[in-house]
């Protein structure tokens, strides 16, 4: 399968600041994700990085809180915009490779704790 | 709203112990059920099942679906404090989006 890094790992960050993530990943890719998971909850979908093009973003989730880039096929990156403690969670990408159509691997994680 | 429920969503087990773990789906355009092992941070891909009955094995965990009752098991047999993790199922259901819909996951304690 694909090896995906993503940075930074973790992060403590003020309230009001914007962090950007980014994942890598060591070969094309047909889809990449971005999920969040609050403490104590399961993974919940934010958007699909859509290459070259604007991201789709699910209920509840918007543009502006979270905008989204993937330039091309290997790399994407999530701001998580002016934050507020209830940001706090462990923010995930995940892929879909070519080889293994319908199943997503994830990358490290990047836990972010906002004061 | 599609829906995936995981069943008991906590476990504690000695060693050796044999576990089964639940999930169900109420999904619309069901393409495949994931299972992941989540030790840390990052979900580690355990299983994908696309047709019912046929049981997918590695070591000592295996799975199967059970599309005429929406749901899958996943077992481990002779457990080890190292299989201690949250054991998360996702659905995938938007046929050709690749989204998936995760359970809210089991936490399984392995005493020794």
């Known amino acids: 399968s694909a090896v995906i890094s993503q940075k930074p790992s973790r992060d403590i960050c003020q309230r009001g600041t914007s962090l950007t993530i980014q994942c890598q990943v060591d070969?094309?890719?047909?889809?990449m994700f971005w999920y969040r998971q609050q403490p104590g909850q399961s993974l919940t979908l934010i958007a699909t990085?859509?290459?070259?093009?604007?991201?789709?973003?699910e209920s509840g989730f918007v543009i502006d809180k979270f905008p989204i880039s993937r330039p091309n096929l290997t790399f994407s990156t999530l701001t998580v915009s002016n934050m507020s403690p209830e940001d706090s969670s462990i923010y995930l990408c995940?892929?879909?490779?070519?080889?293994?159509?319908?199943?997503?691997?994830f990358g490290p994680g990047t836990r972010l704790l906002v004061l | 709203e599609d829906k995936v429920v995981q069943s008991p969503l906590s476990l504690v087990v000695h060693e050796g112990d044999t576990v089964t773990l639940n999930c169900s789906y109420e999904?619309?355009?069901?393409?495949?059920l994931l299972w992941y092992k989540q030790e840390k941070k990052a979900p580690t891909f355990l299983f994908m099942l696309?047709?019912?009955?046929i049981e997918k094995k590695s070591g000592r965990l295996s799975s199967i679906l059970d599309k005429k009752e929406l749901s899958s098991i996943l077992n481990i047999t002779a457990t080890q404090t190292g299989d201690s993790a949250i054991y998360l199922c996702?659905?995938?259901?938007?046929?050709?989006?690749?989204?998936?819909?995760f359970g809210k996951g089991t936490k399984l304690t392995v005493n020794p």
């Open positions: 070969s094309q890719v047909t889809m």
């Open positions: 696309t047709s019912s009955g």
């Open positions: 996702a659905v995938n259901a938007q046929g050709g989006s690749e989204k998936l819909v």
């Open positions: 990085a859509n290459q070259g093009s604007e991201a789709t973003y």
């Open positions: 995940s892929v879909v490779s070519y080889e293994a159509q319908e199943t997503q691997y």
């Open positions: 999904v619309t355009n069901f393409r495949s």
